[in-house]
């Protein structure tokens, strides 16, 4: 009985010593191994009288509870201990600079082409891809601008090598109009925009030999110069802002009877006038009316039960607007510190 | 075309209160734009003042000091013009005054006090061409009977108000005073006023009997001639003169002023003939090819049958509607004139002037002439000969006309109106329109019969007359309005937009370049015959020939960031690669990378290197449907490209594009460059996403290395265990490549790891290892390798 005493006192005693969990290992060795001091009066529970066994085995049971008791909770303590070292030797500087893969963005004219594309497609429009180099016939003989014809000024065209007045490199996207009115078989009602590249000999801060238009066109029974103003004043103000205003004046295009020009309120002024719409408070920024019947006849549509609107406009130029740009020569410029200013999505539709 | 609102109001009495601006804004709201819009003269407090006392300098060689009355006052004033002279009648600018080139105030010119200044007419703003020699030396100096103390610009007769107005091509008519007065009267609500016609013919001669034209071209629609004798030469009148000023055309003499004042007037471009030298035929033909003829300006012009010439019975004397010849042009000597007055094919007058010189009559002709003012002008000038060149006109006209000039007549049904502009204009207002712009309507109910004035040669169909209605309505009365949906869904191919945002997801900036490049770089990057495309007339060396690859665009973005100190770049573009064949033209969807510099930019960088480009090709390829459907060979590299770096892309044995890194002959950089054919590479078939049950027994994962000849591609073994190792083999992966001496130096080690599965039981080792022995031994024969013994 003594002896039980004796050694709980000694194992609370070694305890205190233990720093490690080898030591405890090696203290569980020392008193419940094979040889263990417990292990050891475990043994001599024989040599007691049968009055006193009882008392000596509860003695003896609470004397290991003791132990593993306090050797759980060492190891815990412990063991802790040693993660947090792990931990701490682990920390690294978390301000050192990130791993930066590249930027990749996407360039600002295909941005609002596809903002536009979207746009129409809301709309029920279908997006239409006609080629960048058209006959001389597409892109103007089936527009009612005939050879020779005065609006072919407007337009200084790049022909290609032995192909004056034959085979160009488009100079309005309008031939996509020609296009797809051909193509569609049944001669009914049409509904498309299409986007795409287009060429004029003209080089400056506002001009760039290659550009960007868009060209739309409905064609049904019924569609008006009203639906065209509300089909525009929808797109216009999606894109530029709902407080805009849109404003039509007659104008003249050969493909197109009646012709408008089509402004809208200056966006940076608010109609106040300004450096951007040389104080007149309204900005030019589109062309469009009603298919000329000569037009419809020519692509084989019957201008006595169909009639259509048009409109086309350069997207360079809403680029400009859309991202302060002042001179078009940087869209096409591709300074990568430009292109990277591109980087994340747009915050809003709307120009500030 | 300037309008001057003096010359304006010859034609129509336009109220005061109407602003030059107010003018140009009701004008651009009915479709006629203009330019700019003010005074002719842009000063203020200029008068008349006459010169009393007039000293030299005393502290200057060239200067006077002068005293000038201006009536209310004295002004000393220093002056510098060498002309300046006693009792000379002057332009003075009285502080504070305006001039176009500043203000004009109190000062001190080298210790003399000068209280304003004594004007050129330069100093007014006016263009130096339209100043006589006279003019140019100094000062202006006024006649002798001009009032001091009034206002300068008045008294010189300049005190007018022009627009310069940016016609629409259509308007043909709007290039003539009279054409502008019926817009303008439209617009207000004024009617025209005559024009005088009117003049003492001298009856005993006929012209008919001693003149003759022949016309002998399709090109001329109408031909007038009249003879006009005894004029002189002289000075135009300064109403003349000043009104060829405000419309921006030099004064001449009396005689060449009015043919210029007619047209100006009527649109009609005239002609007048020195009638001693031009002899007494005119015929027009179309000049033989290679035909000779000294024009006005004394340049000699080789012509060809596509130019109209005005001819007598020896040679060719001016190109008909551009530019008259130098033999016989109105001189100062000049006594009789014939006078021309026609019509010429539009077409080729806009060919030859394009040629020669763009004017005011050939930019007339181009547009269209209504032959009723073909009639009137040659009219007029006759008035005006008679008037301000003392001249006889001669009776009767010689005449050719193949012109029909009968009104236009137009049917138009009311609900059309309607329709087109989408509102309902009442029948009234749009009668009331047609009416003020001189048409004349016949109203049948639910038509109008309208009866067009052949001035309006633009006018031909019935949405030509709902235009007219609609400019004066307003269009932007317009009410907007949704057109009906059909329901059906707009058709839309996003593949590429899936592809450039793919690009941008692996971290490249799209570029956006020119299709025309320059003609040296036309066949780089490219591993095959084709002909290219170039432009008739480029614009500069730089832009001749259209692209058919993107990568030479690539290139030199790359060349204008590398100056600017720019060297991480990673960029894409999708353009269209153009070219010729069978006499077609053909143009395909490409998609070029370049990368060059770190890929990964961090303290652990990443260079880019031929599998980063390969990997971002390999990912395109995955994520448009083609895993497993692609490889890459060596065969059929571009020059341009390192022949030890650089792949054709194939995709299902076609070969769609090509890969590497740019040859050191070309650059000193290390520049990987990659293109696709896209329009190739849609037309294979792609792999739909199908869903297949996941396996859920486990895998059994062995790794092998063999060493083999480093000449030996990858994937060559690769394809060899494919081969090898059974239905159940899911996976091969490379995972280390390495070459040391110890090896042999001809040697590679090649390790990979290979991974089994059923999908019906669970694999036991040694139905893999069948499945293994046989493929070392494959490879082992096939390649010569040798298996490394530390396999497992």
């Given at each position: 009985?003594?002896?039980?005493?004796?050694?709980?006192?000694?194992?609370?005693?070694?305890?205190?010593?233990?720093?490690?969990?080898?030591?405890?290992?090696?203290?569980?060795?020392?008193?419940?191994?094979?040889?263990?001091?417990?292990?050891t009066l475990n043994s001599t529970i024989k040599s007691i009288d049968d009055d006193k066994k009882k008392e000596f085995g509860i003695k003896l049971n609470d004397l290991k509870q003791t132990f593993n008791t306090k050797y759980k909770e060492m190891y815990e303590k412990l063991n802790q201990e040693l993660i947090n070292q792990k931990l701490e030797s682990e920390r690294i500087d978390i301000t050192l600079p990130a791993t930066k893969i590249k930027y990749g963005s996407k360039h600002p004219i295909s941005r609002v082409i596809e903002e536009f594309e979207d746009l129409f497609l809301s709309m029920g429009y279908t997006i239409y891809d006609g080629p960048e180099l058209e006959s001389d016939e597409?892109?103007?003989?089936?527009?009612?601008?005939?050879?020779?014809?005065?609006?072919?000024?407007?337009?200084?065209?790049?022909?290609?090598?032995?192909?004056?007045?034959?085979?160009?490199?488009?100079?309005?996207?309008?031939?996509?109009?020609?296009?797809?009115?051909?193509?569609?078989?049944e001669k009914g009602p049409l509904k498309i925009v299409c986007p795409g590249k287009v060429y004029r000999k003209d080089e400056d801060a506002t001009h760039s030999h290659q550009f960007m238009q868009i060209e739309g066109l409905v064609i049904d029974e019924n569609v008006s110069m009203a639906d065209l103003k509300g089909t525009l004043e929808l797109f216009l103000k999606k894109f530029l802002g709902e407080k805009t205003t849109v404003r039509f004046r007659p104008s003249y295009f050969p493909f197109t009877e009646p012709s408008v020009e089509v402004d809208i309120s200056c966006f940076k002024c608010g109609g106040k006038g300004c450096n951007l719409c040389k104080q007149t408070g309204f900005i030019e920024v589109l062309g469009a009316g009603m298919v000329h019947p000569h037009v419809l006849q020519m692509c084989g549509y019957d201008p006595n039960k169909y009639q259509g609107f048009a409109f086309g406009t350069g997207i360079d130029r809403f680029t400009m607007f859309k991202y302060s740009i002042n001179d078009i020569r940087t869209i096409y410029g591709n300074d990568i510190r430009f292109l990277e200013q591109f980087d994340r999505r747009d915050d809003n539709n709307e120009i500030k | 075309m300037k309008l001057s609102r003096k010359f304006l109001c010859d034609y129509i009495d336009l109220d005061k209160e109407i602003t030059i601006n107010k003018l140009a804004e009701d004008m651009t709201n009915v479709g006629n734009e203009y330019e700019s819009a003010g005074p002719l003269i842009n000063a203020t407090n200029l008068v008349v003042g006459q010169v009393i006392k007039c000293q030299k300098h005393p502290d200057s060689d060239h200067l006077h000091v002068c005293v000038v009355d201006i009536k209310s006052e004295l002004l000393n004033i220093v002056c510098g013009a060498p002309n300046?002279?006693?009792?000379?009648?002057?332009?003075?600018?009285?502080?504070?005054?305006?001039?176009?080139?500043?203000?004009?105030?109190?000062?001190?010119?080298?210790?003399?006090?000068?209280?304003?200044?004594?004007?050129?007419?330069?100093e007014l703003g006016l263009d130096n061409k339209f100043l006589s020699d006279k003019d140019k030396e100094g000062i202006y100096e006024f006649k002798t009977d001009v009032e001091i103390g009034t206002d300068a610009i008045k008294a010189l007769g300049l005190d007018d108000e022009v627009i310069d107005f940016e016609l629409t091509s259509n308007r043909a008519d709007l290039l003539s005073i009279l054409g502008m007065a019926y817009e303008i009267g439209a617009i207000y609500n004024k009617k025209i006023k005559d024009i005088d016609l009117t003049y003492k013919p001298d009856k005993n001669i006929d012209i008919n009997d001693e003149f003759k034209i022949d016309i002998k071209t399709n090109d001329c629609?109408?031909?007038?001639?009249?003879k006009a004798i005894n004029l002189k030469i002289k000075p135009s009148p300064d109403f003349i003169k000043n009104r060829l000023i405000a419309s921006g055309i030099r004064p001449i003499?009396?005689?060449?002023?009015?043919?210029?004042?007619?047209?100006?007037?009527?649109?009609?471009?005239?002609?007048?003939?020195?009638?001693?030298?031009?002899g007494n035929k005119i015929i027009v033909r179309?000049?033989?090819?290679?035909?000779?003829?000294?024009?006005?300006?004394?340049?000699?012009?080789?012509?060809?049958?596509e130019d109209i010439v005005i001819a007598n019975e020896k040679e060719a004397i001016g190109l008909a509607g551009v530019m008259g010849g130098y033999n016989t042009e109105v001189e100062n000597d000049t006594v009789d004139i014939i006078i021309e007055s026609a019509i010429f094919d539009n077409i080729k007058v806009r060919k030859t002037s394009k040629k020669i010189l763009r004017s005011e009559a050939s930019n007339r002709f181009e547009k269209g002439i209504d032959p009723k003012r073909t009639y009137m002008a040659i009219e007029r000038s006759a008035h005006l000969l008679e008037k301000y060149a003392d001249a006889t006109i001669i009776s009767g006209m010689c005449t050719y006309d193949k012109t029909n000039n009968v009104d236009k007549e137009i049917e138009i049904e009311i609900d059309k109106i309607k329709k087109v502009l989408g509102i309902d204009i009442p029948k009234k207002t749009s009668i009331d329109i047609l009416n003020r712009l001189g048409f004349i309507i016949e109203d049948n109910n639910q038509t109008l019969k309208v009866k067009v004035p052949t001035r309006r040669l633009d006018i031909n169909i019935k949405e030509d007359l709902i235009e007219e209605i609609g400019r004066f309505y307003g269009m932007d009365n317009i009410k907007a309005k949704l057109p009906i949906f059909d329901g059906k869904i707009g058709k839309f191919n996003k593949i590429k937009r899936d592809i450039r945002n793919k690009m941008i997801s692996l971290g490249l900036n799209e570029t956006l370049s020119y299709s025309l490049i320059n003609d040296k770089d036309i066949d780089k990057y490219v591993n095959n015959k084709f002909e290219k495309i170039k432009i008739a007339d480029p614009m500069s060396e730089e832009r001749t020939t259209l692209r058919y690859s993107l990568i030479p665009s690539l290139k030199e973005i790359y060349e204008y960031n590398k100056n600017r100190n720019y060297l991480d770049i990673s960029i894409f573009e999708i353009g269209k690669g153009f070219y010729r064949e069978k006499n077609e033209y053909?143009?395909?969807?490409?998609?070029?990378?370049?990368?060059?510099?770190?890929?990964?930019?961090?303290?652990?960088?990443?260079?880019?290197?031929?599998y980063i480009v390969k990997g971002i090709v390999e990912q395109l390829l995955d994520y448009l449907g083609y895993k497993n459907r692609y490889s890459f060979t060596t065969n059929n590299i571009p020059q341009q490209l390192h022949p030890g770096i650089s792949a054709s892309i194939i995709v299902m044995g076609t070969e769609i594009g090509i890969l590497g890194k740019i040859s050191p002959l070309e650059t000193k950089d290390d520049i990987f460059v990659a293109e696709i054919n896209l329009d190739k590479l849609f037309s294979i078939r792609t792999s739909k996403i199908q869903f297949v049950p996941i396996n859920k027994y486990p895998a059994v994962v062995k790794d092998l290395s063999f060493i083999i000849d480093k000449k030996i591609e990858a994937q060559k073994i690769v394809d060899q265990i494919k081969q090898s190792g059974g239905k159940n083999l899911n996976k091969i992966e490379i995972f280390d490549v390495y070459m040391n001496e110890n090896i042999g130096i001809n040697n590679k080690s090649i390790a990979l790891k290979l991974t089994f599965v059923d999908d019906k039981k669970t694999l036991t080792d040694d139905e893999v290892n069948i499945n293994i022995d046989k493929i070392i031994k494959n490879v082992v024969n096939k390649f010569n390798a040798k298996l490394r013994d530390d396999n497992q």
């Open positions: 009985m003594d002896n039980i005493k004796i050694i709980k006192e000694q194992l609370l005693k070694d305890l205190q010593t233990i720093d490690t969990i080898k030591k405890l290992n090696d203290l569980k060795i020392e008193y419940l191994g094979k040889k263990g001091k417990i292990t597409n892109c103007f003989q089936k527009l009612n601008i005939a050879k020779g014809h005065p609006a072919r000024d407007a337009q200084d065209t790049f022909y290609l090598e032995n192909e004056y007045e034959n085979y160009l490199l488009r100079s309005q996207t309008s031939a996509a109009q020609v296009r797809a009115m051909e193509e569609n078989k | 300046v002279k006693e009792k000379m009648k002057v332009i003075v600018a009285k502080p504070p005054a305006n001039l176009p080139n500043g203000k004009i105030k109190k000062t001190t010119i080298r210790g003399v006090e000068s209280n304003g200044m004594l004007c050129s007419l330069e629609s109408l031909f007038l001639a009249k003499n009396n005689v060449v002023d009015i043919s210029n004042y007619v047209m100006l007037e009527t649109g009609q471009p005239l002609h007048f003939y020195d009638a001693k030298r031009l179309n000049a033989y090819n290679n035909e000779k003829l000294t024009t006005l300006d004394k340049i000699q012009r080789t012509l060809n049958e053909k143009e395909e969807n490409k998609l070029a990378l370049l990368l060059s510099g770190n890929y990964i930019n961090s303290l652990n960088k990443i260079k880019v290197d031929f």
